[in-house]
């Protein structure tokens, strides 16, 4: 057998010693000797095997210490030798083992401490050594490569072994209903009130804890430590879970989630409920929905929009259950009740999206609070009151959405110290006054949305230029008034710039035509005049342009025709005189062209028509006035159901 590679003996019923004459096998690769009741020692001559790489010795009667002499098999990748009765320390001579990936000692009878020499296994992904009576602390050398995603599972007994990085804490037990509300009173996760109905969200969160035998319960009483963590946040986001519409409970006898009534039922409730540790992951991939866990096996995102919620937000969402939690996404729900106060309290939360819900209320000051915020969006709400004036204090802030509430007030100057804002959105509010000039110190501003507002007349701001990354601008129907400032040809950047619905007065600026990048220009329904400036024909990356309802006069120019990628054109009620450009014909891309109610004259041109034609052309929508007084339209080649649109 001096040739023998591969010797699997396993779950047979083999007694006696474990052979010392193996360690003659000079080529042997794979040794599986488990699941017998094999007794007596681990031969110390196994670590002669210099090509052995995998070793198991698990589920047999093996005593006395682990060969100190294993160290010296340094082409091992596993040593499974868990539940034995092996004894003494571990080696510290196991670190020399550097292709180890996995050491599974569990379930023996170990004492010690664990070596410093094991954070040397930089291959290792698995390490177990619950089950023992070991004691002291993981060492930091092994914590590290967990902290650094190289270590996948390590699991100690935590309540005798200090183990923060551990991804499994041994020693399990129930924990009862007055233990856990001392827990949640003391560490103030909830008032002692919260308990006095039966029925509260926070009683069902303490019923379905006590029914569990908590993997975590060693040391869950102690409010320092890792099982008190996960144990706070369980009762959290079950806390969470009853307080806006969940209805299920896990019948602990089936092993199954059953729903009280469907019909108030989160959409998808996935997972939950099913094991009470919230990152615990059933054998199929599926944890708890919309629950995301860090590597620390702790909640840092709650992502659970578009999924029927109802209720309110618990208090229970605070930073001292969920000292973790760095993302919020309640969206698109049924939420109602006002923004708990208490989600300014969190550390390293980054984004809170509670759009298109119920909630009322003003939006409270101590977001403000929140250093690290990256984007708030509370759109879609009845939210009323002002903006927090703290809100300026979030320096991190990129995304700021409020749309569609009932918010007053000024819009505030303190938006202009949020340097990082990338995206604005004050739409349909009660906003009033004028626009601070104070905006045109957000010099990473892309996208600025304030539509359906109460400006008043007010003009905008010329500092509006200096946002040279602005690249869309909508001010629709928010009572803009007097000139457009010359200073809108700065910003070089700009694709779309919606100003329709306004008072806007006076000439376009000729410096628009400057603005190269432009897609979409609109400005329909204001009181703009003058002629309209032959130096737009510069703008050709334009493919919508919208100036209907205003009063322009002059002709329409001929340098239009250079506007070869424009594929709606609207010029309609305004004051144009003249006849129809023959250029306009150059526009091949275009699709729709109004120009009734002016004061335009003779024929359309020929080729203009035959851009309506079903084959060749795009124009599918061409209106414009047809009687004797203004144009006429010359109809050869354009089909009937095109006659009867065209009038």
Partial sequence: LEYLEELHVYDNELTGHVPTALGLL???RDLYMDTNVFTGPIPSDLGLLENLENLGLFRNNLGQSI?????SAKELRSMHIFENYLTGPIPSQIGQLTKLEGLLLNDNLLTG?????????KKLENFTVDGNQLMGKMPDEVCKRMERDQLAYLSADCHVVQCDCCTDCAGGGYVSADDIIDLIVTQEISPMAAFDDSSSPQ??????????ELDFAYDAMDTNSTGALKLIEAYALVTFYYSTGGEAFFDVDTEETKDINTNGAWENENGWLVNPDVCYKQPNGVGWYGVKCNTRGNVEGLVVFGNKLSGSIPQEINAYALPYLEMIDFSQNEIMGKIPGELGEFYDLSDIDLSANQLTGKIPPELGL??????????ENKLTGSIPQTIGDLMSLETFAISSNTLRGKIPKMLGTLKNLT????????FTGELPTEIGDILYLEEFYMNDLTLGGSSLPTEIGL?????????????????????????????????DENTLKGALPTSVATLSSMVTMTMSKNELSNCLPTQLAKMTSLRILELDGNRFSCSIPIEFGSLTNLKKLYLHDNELVGEVPVELSELKQLQELTLYENDLVGEVPYDLCALTDEVSGNLF???????????????????ISQQEMLH
């Avoid at 969160?205 to 569990?212: C, K, T």
């Fill in 621 to 639: 929508t061409f209106k414009t006035d047809c009687d004797g007084k203004h144009v006429v339209v010359a109809l050869t080649n354009v089909s």
């Fill in 203 to 212: 009683n069902k969160a303490i019923a379905y804890l006590v029914n569990f």
């Fill in 113 to 121: 401490t664990i070596p410093t020499q094991l954070g040397k296994l």
């Fill in 67 to 71: 060969p100190t002499e294993l160290g």
């Fill in 26 to 28: 000079a080529e042997l």
């Fill in 370 to 379: 929140l250093q690290y915020l990256e984007t708030l969006i509370l759109r």
């Fill in 467 to 499: 946002l040279e990354n602005l690249r869309i601008f909508s001010a629709v129907h928010s009572e803009i008034g007097g000139q457009l400032p010359e200073e809108l040809g700065d910003l070089d950047m700009l694709e779309t710039l919606h100003l």
């Fill in 423 to 430: 995206k604005i959105d004050l739409s349909d509010n009660d």
